[in-house]
């Protein structure tokens, strides 16, 4: 397969700057996640990677060859749409064999080959039906079938899995992983939603108004995220974020929130100003004796846990805990929290304070 490099990748539509001198490394094998809301560049990012946009400065690197200016023809990969992209006049078989009829593949060859891909992709039974009367995830296995025949260096896929329904589309992202662990394929794959990219992922780059926000293995940007955004958007409830002024010294293992000494991973570099504290919801705990206090605003329950929320001096705070757990509303109550999880942000930049617990692991773009 392929290692991918991305040097100072940039992408400019007249005045507007799409992509913003993005670097990052796709290693051979990887399955790897292209992430972030819509419009942040992912997407415009993929497409400079297959040839399907040209950038405006910098390089993309297959396998040590600078591809940046070569059509997608000349780069060995295979592209999966979101819609399937099929030929409604042609039946599943033509459609699979139809990448190796254009390369002149003799016709033996090609139905060995697409002998192997329908039974890999368990699509034997369709293979002379019309691909207008699939269902979805069938179309679906059709797209792959057409990207995998050929044997490319990368397959690149962008929201392959977004027009299908939800419980389709969990089942189909299983089989997706699978198939990539069988081919050891390198994976480049583009998505909005943090819960399948976390799923699927090896590695994951998070995207933000066309900057790389942070990037490498899934536990690592949830554990540790090097931003804010990343905190906000990665997590389900999110990391909460709690506001204050103050001043953390190198060194120092512990800061003042407006009176109250919380105790951190200790710093590695100097802090002053706005900061906020990120703790994840299942890192606070209740206690009566602690200090720092709020007040219940809402209870949700959702099975086997419950989320609690509580409003503070410094926002609200979601809380993850035992669906048992019963607190009333307007009830104030004690939290504490994990000091060896927690994050400080410089509020303003929105940048991830360097701590002994997170440093040789927050990838900045």
């Known amino acids: 397969m392929a290692q991918i490099k991305i040097n100072n990748l940039r992408k400019d539509f007249g005045s507007f700057?799409?992509?913003?001198?993005?670097?990052?490394?796709?290693?051979?094998?990887?399955f790897f996640m292209l992430l972030g809301p819509s419009g942040c560049g992912k997407t415009t990012t993929l497409r400079m990677m297959a040839g399907l946009e040209l950038p405006s400065s910098g390089e993309i690197l297959i396998d040590g060859v600078d591809v940046s200016m070569k059509p997608a023809s000349q780069r060995d990969i295979a592209f999966v749409f979101q819609m399937f992209a099929l030929y409604p006049h042609m039946n599943v078989r033509n459609n699979i064999s139809y990448p190796l009829k254009s390369q002149g593949m003799p016709r033996k060859q090609i139905a060995i080959k697409v002998a192997e891909i329908a039974d890999v992709l368990g699509i034997?039974?369709?293979?002379?039906?019309?691909?207008?009367?699939?269902?979805?995830?069938?179309?679906?296995r059709v797209a792959l079938g057409r990207a995998i025949v050929r044997d490319?260096?990368?397959?690149?896929?962008?929201?392959?899995?977004?027009?299908?329904?939800?419980?389709?589309r969990e089942h189909m992202s299983e089989e997706l992983r699978a198939l990539h662990d069988r081919l050891n394929a390198t994976t480049v794959y583009v998505t909005h939603d943090q819960l399948e990219a976390m799923q699927m992922g090896d590695k994951i780059v998070v995207m933000n108004h066309g900057v790389v926000e942070q990037f490498g293995v899934p536990q690592q940007i949830?554990?540790?995220?090097?931003?804010?955004?990343?905190?906000?958007?990665?997590?389900?409830?999110?990391?909460?974020?709690l506001d204050f002024n103050g001043k953390i010294e190198a060194g120092a293992s512990s800061t003042d929130m407006n009176g109250i000494s919380v105790k951190i991973p200790t710093s590695r570099e100097t802090l002053q100003g706005n900061l906020s504290l990120g703790v994840r919801p299942e890192h606070v705990h209740f206690s009566d004796s602690a200090p720092f206090r709020g007040r219940v605003v809402a209870s949700e329950y959702l099975g086997t846990t419950r989320i609690v929320t509580l409003a503070t001096p410094q926002g609200d705070i979601k809380v993850r805990t035992s669906s048992s757990t019963h607190m009333d509303i307007d009830e104030t109550i004690g939290l504490e929290f994990d000091a060896r999880t927690l994050t400080v942000f410089d509020a303003d930049r929105g940048h991830a304070l360097l701590s002994e617990a997170n440093e040789g692991v927050l990838n900045r773009g």
């Open 152 to 168: 490319p260096k990368a397959f690149f896929m962008d929201e392959p899995l977004g027009a299908l329904d939800a419980e389709f």
């Open 17 to 30: 700057n799409a992509v913003k001198s993005s670097t990052f490394t796709i290693e051979d094998g990887e």
């Open 222 to 241: 949830y554990d540790w995220p090097a931003t804010k955004f990343v905190a906000q958007f990665i997590g389900s409830p999110a990391m909460n974020l």
């Open 124 to 140: 034997n039974d369709i293979l002379d039906k019309p691909v207008g009367g699939l269902s979805g995830g069938d179309r679906q």
